[in-house]
Structures are given as C-alpha cells and as structure tokens.
C-alpha cells in the first residue's frame, strides 16, 4: 500500500519552515528535519536536494521505492510523501523571473533516540552489552530481509553509525 501524498505546505509548516533549529540530519541527497505532525505525531521529514533535476528525481524515486516495498521492524517505515511541481515568481539577477521548482520530501517514522553514532564517541560507550547485541542482531537481520528475504534485492551502500537509527 502506498504511503499518503502529503501537501509541500504542510511539511513547511509542520518543520518551521524547514528551520535550521529543526534540522536533525543531513546527507548526500538533502537535509532532514523534524516535524510535528497537527495530531502531534512526531516524524522525520526528508527533503532532497534540487540541484540537478534528473538525477535528484532518480535518487527520490529510488528512496520512495525501496521504503514502499519494505516492511520488517527494523528498517525505518515511510509515512507519507510529497512530490509537487510549481511555477512560481523568484528574483534572479534583479529580475522577476518564472521558475520551475519540483519539491521532493519523503516522510519517515521518528525513532527519538537518534542513531548510533551518537552514542559512540572517543572510546567512550554509553550502552551495555545487552543493548549493543540487540543493535547488531538488528543490524544484521534487516540486511538479511533486504538481501535475501525480498524477493529482488536491493543494496543499501551506506550502512554507517550514523544511518543506523535507534528507538
């Protein structure tokens, strides 16, 4: 099942703007921030880049794709999406322009505990053996899912402490 198309005002509204003070991440392809949802459901909204169209629409498509045809705990869960074509009127160069801007955002589950290389640092480890068995018995059974469990496999490239986030 498709996740809900959700509105680029909403997503603005629901992280400030898209504010610095909201922003809890960032990488390759764009920034995330956190939002509050009206119902006050907290999630992690992932906006793309807009640098280069064919290529972000790729890396957008390919991110919704993958997150649709997941479905194991721990792997995060999209919760909804945006992807809004606008025609509107900009400055550039002292001139009122038209401009064509394509906004991509992907709307993912909150884990409220950050990733794990927040709790690594310097050699000081602030989780018990339980906890970190537990992070690395989860680790491996989602790429278990993603690899062989699928059906067509996809390969995630980046599994880092940073991308591995904790609830």
Not at 86 to 110: A, D, S, T
Request: hydrophobic share 35%; proline share 4%.
């Amino acid at each position: 099942m498709e996740p809900p198309q959700v509105t680029y005002e909403l997503l603005e509204s629901i992280t400030g703007c898209f504010s610095e003070e909201n922003q809890i991440g960032s990488g390759s392809y764009g920034a995330v921030y956190l939002g509050t949802m009206p119902n006050g459901d907290k999630v992690a909204v992932k906006k793309f880049h807009d640098s280069s169209p064919a290529r972000d629409d790729f890396n957008f498509k390919t991110e919704f794709d993958n997150l649709t045809r997941v479905h194991h705990p721990h792997i995060v869960k999209i919760v909804g999406y945006c992807y809004e074509e606008k025609q509107l009127n900009e400055l550039h160069q002292g001139r009122l322009v038209e401009v064509f801007k394509i906004y991509r955002v992907l709307c993912l589950e909150y884990l409220p505990k950050g990733s794990l290389n927040d709790y690594l640092s310097d050699g000081f480890y602030n989780l018990d053996w339980h906890t970190c068995y537990k992070i690395i018995k989860g680790i491996f059974e989602a790429i278990k899912y993603i690899h062989l469990e699928l059906g067509e496999a996809f390969y995630h490239l980046d599994i880092k402490p940073g991308n591995i986030l904790l609830d």
